[in-house]
């Protein structure tokens, strides 16, 4: 981070440590330059020389050509050097390090040193190895109960037991003595008592660097103190010690940069870089801009959540700067709190980054686990992933009273809290499947009390709590499809990754021991249902986003699943063995409760009804039949329950009865399929039942799609054996027809003619092929309608008994499940380019589960030459999940990449989401990649570039949005480094975004200025020739517009970059309309800039930009002037003092007229956030505050703040102000007026209160 402009960058690593009191500033000559001390080679070199009057001899000219100044020194204060040798000299320095005149400008540096060195505990922590007195010059005028520390009276550098300003080599007296004199560690020989002999400073030296982060100031490299201190170091790391990370302002001269960052990087020292020009101007300055900075807790813990969480991360990694401070600030319990509660809420896409592995073993302190000395270079763990210390971690046992999961910190039930805000976006809880599915207790218990919070709102009609929930987290509050999801994850119904009991275990164990009554049980949890979640496929994204979703599969995709897989190969194996089958029929209830609950888990995700479950899709026979395949493991429980009927019928008809009449009354159509055939055995279910069952309904089963197959093999069945009047019932129900309510209103008159008329027919035709003899009414019919339609025949292979025929194209069917063998699919393909309105099928499924089929079968096709484009759209759709990317790309990027333009054309949109997800993880290849991001940028697209509100929304759902998003994917893994200049594979391509003569390149514009801070940090010359133009409004008011929203899409204040574009970003001020939905985050952003001014902008700049804003800009700035004072956490008074005061004396509208009600309530707030300055705050903002409808919350906290006993006065002010005549009577007052009276009774006799008095009456 840079405090001013062309300052030195100083690591985010250090900031946060110095915040976290883990940093000591050492001091060195450097820092004493602006009272014009010489630094140690000017003292000796010159000065001290001219003040003694003399000149180096031969061998003092060789220890100053070789820097060795303190053996310079020490030949000086020899015997019979010069007269009064050691007394004369050590006089001799004092009075140089005396400085003549002294101002405050010239200890603004050692006042900035003392500030940065004071923790937030208050303790102080600064080493300095001068031995001047400008410190104490200013600890006299500021803190002189300042603790001082003289060599060799040292304290132990540890937290608890140190706390003030060491003089590692000793102070000068105000009159010094020569004892003070000979104290003072200055030449070689007090050096190697201090760290070779004695030790003292050594020992000192070695602990503080042990315990905490040395920040080195004022010293150069060449330093006699940092060759000793190294020295020391060089020792310890000789015994093992490994000390932090050590860092050091260096200066440099102009050509110099490389050279005296190596010299520092030789040292094992992390050197912080500037340009030293200026007598060191650029780091006193930073110094100084910095301790204000910490002064006032700008860069506070609760100040960045409150600066950067409401923004989402543009990139998951500590790349964006604003994660890394996030995360960082995240590792405070009372932050974490202070994020899970903020308002607006945090958005959801800083989940990703929470969960991003991007911690190392070197970060295990900063969660509180003691690490092991040996580094563990493998390890990897996330914030929301992480090992837990000792004191949370689950004790080893063999057994124990309940699940050995860890404890929660508090920093992640606050994490666990923030998620709760936002239970109405399906995105959670994809995400919580993704992990594995199975919410830890805490978590669960959470969820499962927000609901009913929310729930209890509802019921009770606090609407105008419901209605601020969502103000500020819009989506918080459930829907019904949301809340089904809900219950379907806490009920513990998704799959599990981990299988704790497996059908291959329990086989062998059943083969030894039999059903036991365990092994059954066991058997039941093993085949229970349980759902996987995925996203769901977007054909249209624009419309799905405008769309209410009105079921579940438009927020998600689902499936049944069981909780093993592979069931059915196992149960083949167990169907022809002797104990199965005994068993079979003690199983019957247990499989049919089973396929009970697999349904009921359909019906809650919209995927079951009474008359409708799809069954005869997955299991399109329930007797054998070729047609029934093993695609879907659930379908096992209908092999196995009607295996288990057919021998309990064998063995007990009574109870096969039974079941079969359970089956009957049970809903959903798959249990009528399975009681038609238990009916087709009729000497367990007697035919005039069966016929009843046929005829039920209004005739609805006789003509269900749903279970035909069933139903015509028991009409075959049943036929034969039906007496007259029977026979008659149900010729008659046939020749009816089936019920035109049971098909699609939109078909056209003549086919449902022939709809119905072959429905009928087959049904006659079938009872006819079983032997029955028709009446005479239905044989006329069977006989008219086979001359109608000479064409009809009955199948062979009993193909037309099936809704759909595996691989058939027939317009009658419903649904067509796509071929098996690769030939046929191929063949399938060829002959179905494109899904038909009426027909649906298996394809886009099938690319999900069987990626070597339907990526052999597109190959193939393409090798023809043959690109059914809406086929290629589901299949990168499908493989663009994490399960099938890596796949995908090494054997099918290569094909893609030979697509003709106009196919490629035609699912661009599905490759640009598929190169998007690719980018972060394809190995090999990159030529091709490159190669199709080009392709993609070179197509022409029909939807034309929009000027209106949706910029961002349209760039990240566009093919060139898709491509470059793409390419920062790829540029943010490469991790790139500040100044070290884009890549030769991506400069072009992004230069050829910038050409603003291309207007789809826009969309890909949009992308780049949202990520222009890491652009320009990595290539500024880049940046500033292509990108920063297209930020100017004098240039181009279209692409402005849409380079500032996308950089407002996450804006960041980054000093060198708004250094860069300063007039563009305070000439927005005046196009603030045209900037939409972003035009709130210009207005907080704007306020956060004016509040951290630093040397970028003037007051009067600002003053000019503040003031042009309109009336919801204003209110926005109001706002963030809360944020920005109740997130400064302990320094808020610094912060109000130092920061608010002057922008509201000096940047905000002095007219009264600019006032709006939410601007009046806004600045009330910031009135009682100013907590022990309120009545500063009210003195300098009353003239802008106005009475305000609803007060109550207002009222509420400035009673809950107790300001009105601390300022019965100024509080009864405020009361008076927000309270009009016209306001609804806030719950608090009587509270309020009664805290002002304790404070001060004399107020009962104020009009003021008396009016208020009267109000409550």
């Known amino acids: 981070m840079q405090f001013i402009t062309n300052g030195p960058d100083i690591p985010e690593r250090l900031l946060h440590a110095h915040e976290e009191g883990r940093v000591v500033f050492f001091c060195g000559a450097g820092i004493s330059r602006s009272a014009r001390l010489p630094d140690f080679r000017t003292l000796v070199g010159k000065r001290l020389y001219k003040e003694l009057d003399e000149s180096p001899s031969a061998i003092e000219e060789v220890a100053i050509k070789a820097g060795q100044y303190d053996t310079v020194i020490d030949l000086l204060e020899q015997p019979h050097r010069i007269a009064g040798s050691r007394e004369v000299v050590r006089q001799a320095l004092a009075r140089l390090l005396t400085p003549r005149k002294l101002t405050p400008k010239s200890t603004a540096t050692h006042e900035a040193l003392l500030t940065l060195g004071q923790c937030r505990d208050g303790r102080l922590r600064l080493v300095t190895t001068n031995c001047d007195r400008l410190f104490e010059e200013v600890i006299a005028r500021k803190s002189p109960r300042t603790e001082i520390y003289r060599a060799p009276l040292l304290p132990v550098p540890k937290k608890n037991s140190w706390d003030g300003l060491v003089y590692l080599h000793g102070l000068l007296t105000a009159t010094p003595s020569m004892n003070d004199l000979n104290r003072l ?353 977007r054909d249209d994204v624009e419309s799905e986003e405008s769309r209410v979703p009105q079921r579940i599969r438009n927020i998600v995709e689902w499936e049944v699943v069981l909780a093993t897989d592979h069931v059915h190969s196992t149960l083949n194996e167990l169907s022809s063995k002797p104990d199965w089958q005994a068993a079979l029929p003690k199983l019957l209830p247990d499989f049919s409760m089973l396929l009970r609950d697999t349904l009921d888990l359909m019906r809650e995700l919209d995927g079951a009804e009474d008359r409708s479950d799809l069954s005869y899709i997955h299991q399109p026979s329930i007797s054998e039949h070729p047609q029934n395949k093993t695609f879907r493991d659930w379908t096992a429980l209908i092999t196995l329950t009607r295996d288990a009927w057919l021998a309990s019928a064998g063995k007990n008809p009574k109870q096969a009865r039974l079941a079969a009449e359970g089956w009957w009354q049970t809903p959903y159509p798959l249990f009528k399929r399975l009681a038609f055939f238990a009916a087709t055995h009729r000497d367990v279910v007697p035919p005039c039942l069966a016929l009843d069952w046929l005829l039920a309904d209004q005739h609805w089963w006789l003509w269900s799609v749903e279970i035909e197959r069933e139903t015509i093999r028991l009409l075959v069945a049943l036929a034969p054996s039906l007496d007259a009047a029977c026979m008659a019932e149900l010729e008659q129900a046939i020749l009816q027809g089936p019920p035109r309510e049971m098909f699609k209103k939109d078909i056209e008159p003549e086919r449902w003619t022939r709809i119905a008329n072959h429905e009928v027919w087959l049904l006659l035709a079938k009872i006819q092929d079983s032997g029955a003899i028709l009446g005479k009414k239905a044989k006329i019919r069977l006989n008219k309608l086979s001359q109608q339609y000479p064409e009809w025949h009955l199948a062979p292979n009993e193909r037309d008994e ?31 380019p494109d899904p038909t309105p009426w027909q649906e099928d298996d394809w886009r499924q099938r690319c999900r589960d069987d990626f070597p089929a339907t990526a052999c079968a597109l190959c193939d096709l393409a090798r023809n030459d043959a690109w059914p484009s809406s086929r290629w759209r589901e299949a990168l759709q499908a493989w663009a999940e994490d399960a099938l990317l890596k796949r995908s790309w090494r054997y099918m990027s290569h094909v893609i990449a030979n697509a003709p333009d106009e196919s490629l054309q035609a699912f661009a949109h599905p490759l640009g989401i598929w190169l998007q997800a690719q980018a972060k993880i394809f190995s090999g290849g990159e030529e091709t990649f490159f190669s199709l991001i080009g392709r993609l940028l070179a197509l022409e697209y029909e939807d034309g570039v929009q000027t209106d509100d949706d910029a961002v929304f349209r760039a990240i759902n566009h093919p060139i949005g898709h491509a470059t998003e793409a390419l920062l994917r790829w540029w943010y893994r490469q991790e790139p480094r500040a100044t070290e200049g884009l890549q030769e594979e991506i400069n072009p391509l992004f230069t050829e975004l910038c050409d603003t003569r291309v207007k789809k390149f826009r969309h890909g514009r949009v992308l780049l200025a949202a990520h222009v801070i890491a652009l320009f940090r990595v290539d500024k010359q880049w940046t500033a020739t292509h990108l920063l133009p297209l930020f100017d409004w004098q240039q181009s008011e279209a692409e402005a517009r849409a380079a500032w929203k996308g950089f407002l899409w996450a804006p960041r204040l980054y000093r060198p970059l708004m250094t860069a574009i300063k007039q563009p970003l305070l000439e927005t001020a005046r196009h603030y309309e045209k900037l939409g939905t972003h035009a709130k985050q210009y207005a907080g952003f704007l306020t956060f800039a004016a509040l951290e001014p630093g040397d970028t902008f003037t007051r009067k700049e600002l003053l000019t930009a503040i003031r042009v804003l309109p009336s919801e800009g204003l209110h926005i700035a109001a706002q963030t002037l809360i944020r920005a004072l109740e997130s400064a956490g302990e320094q808020r008074r610094e912060y109000w003092r130092n920061r608010l005061v002057p922008y509201l004396k000096s940047i905000w509208p002095k007219s009264g007229d600019v006032t709006s009600p939410a601007i009046s309530e806004s600045l009330a707030r910031l009135c009682v956030a100013a907590k022990e300055d309120f009545p500063e705050a009210l003195s300098i903002l009353k003239y802008w505050m106005r009475s305000v409808n609803y007060p109550d919350f207002l009222v509420r906290l400035l009673h809950e703040a107790n300001l009105c006993e601390k300022f019965p006065a100024e509080a009864l002010e405020f009361l008076d102000i927000v309270i009009g005549d016209g306001s609804c009577l806030p719950r608090k007052l009587k509270e309020s007026l009664d805290s002002i009276l304790q404070g001060d009774p004399a107020l009962a006799h104020n009009k003021r209160f008396q009016r208020l008095n009267n109000l409550l009456h």
């Not at 093992?240 to 102009?254: D, I, L, Q, T, V």
């Not at 992390?270 to 801009?289: A, C, F, Q, S, W």
């Not at 809704?803 to 393909?829: H, S």
Request: proline share 7%; hydrophobic share 40%.
């Open 185 to 537: 560690v200055l030449s070689s020989g007090d050096f190697g008592l201090a760290y070779l002999i004695e030790r003292w400073a050594a020992r000192f030296v070695s602990e503080l660097f042990r315990n905490y982060t040395v920040c080195f100031v004022g010293y150069s490299i060449n330093d006699p103190v940092l060759r000793y201190m190294m020295d020391a170091l060089a020792a310890d790391r000789l015994q093992g010690e490994s000390p932090p990370e050590m860092f050091a302002f260096g200066g440099y001269s102009e050509g110099k940069q490389t050279n005296r960052s190596d010299e520092w990087r030789a040292k094992k020292v992390t050197t912080i870089l500037y340009h030293e020009g200026d007598n060191h101007n650029k780091l006193l300055m930073t110094l100084r801009v910095w301790a204000e900075t910490y002064r006032d807790g700008v860069r506070g813990k609760e100040m960045i959540i409150a600066q950067h969480a409401t923004t989402p991360p543009l990139t998951p990694s500590r790349l964006d700067f604003a994660v890394g401070r996030v995360l960082w600030a995240l590792t405070d319990d009372l932050v974490a709190k202070y994020f899970a509660d903020f308002d607006p809420v945090p958005p959801l896409t800083w989940l990703e980054a929470l969960a991003e592995a991007q911690f190392k073993h070197d970060d295990l302190p900063r969660f509180r686990v003691i690490p092991k000395t040996e580094e563990d270079k493998e390890l990897r763990f996330s914030f929301i992933r992480r090992p837990a210390p000792y004191t949370r971690a689950p004790q080893m046992s063999l057994a124990d009273i309940e699940a050995s999961g860890s404890k929660w910190d508090g920093v992640m039930r606050n994490m666990a809290r923030w998620l709760t805000r936002h239970l109405d976006d399906p995105k959670l809880v994809l995400w919580l499947a993704k992990q594995g599915g199975q919410l830890h207790e805490n978590f669960a218990r959470l969820v499962s009390q927000r609901i009913e919070e929310i729930d209890k709102l509802e019921h009770d009609g606090t609407q105008q709590e419901i209605d601020r929930i969502r103000a500020t987290a819009p989506k918080a509050i459930p829907g019904p499809l949301m809340r089904t999801l809900w219950r379907v994850l806490l009920g513990g119904h998704l799959k599990s990754p981990v299988h704790d009991l497996d059908l291959y275990d329990w086989l062998p164990r059943f083969k030894h021991d039999g059903l036991t009554p365990t092994l059954r049980m066991e058997l039941r949890k093993i085949l229970a249902p349980r759902v996987v979640l995925r996203e769901p496929f």
């Open 802 to 832: 099936f809704p759909f025929w595996m691989g058939d194209g027939n317009e009658g069917r419903k649904f067509i499940v796509t071929p098996r063998k690769r030939r046929e699919l191929v063949a399938w393909l060829t002959k179905s």
